[in-house]
């Protein structure tokens, strides 16, 4: 059995982590709101055998 102090240290160390790791998910996500990209169409059979 994991003593009770070994364990608050390892719930400490996950919390720090996640902190750390909700900050760079974050500045890594997309904003909410933010107008979605759309593309121009889909190739038709013309374009495919011309490329």
């Known amino acids: 059995m994991i ?3 070994k364990t608050v240290e390892i719930y400490y160390l996950v ?3 996640l902190k750390e790791y909700d900050a760079v998910i974050k500045s890594h996500s997309l ?3 933010a107008p979605k990209k759309r593309r121009n169409g ?3 059979m ?3 055998a011309r490329s």
């Open 3 to 5: 003593p009770a102090n």
């Open 31 to 33: 904003e909410e709101g």
């Open 42 to 44: 889909k190739f038709t």
């Open 46 to 48: 013309s374009r495919v």
């Open 15 to 17: 919390d720090e982590f």
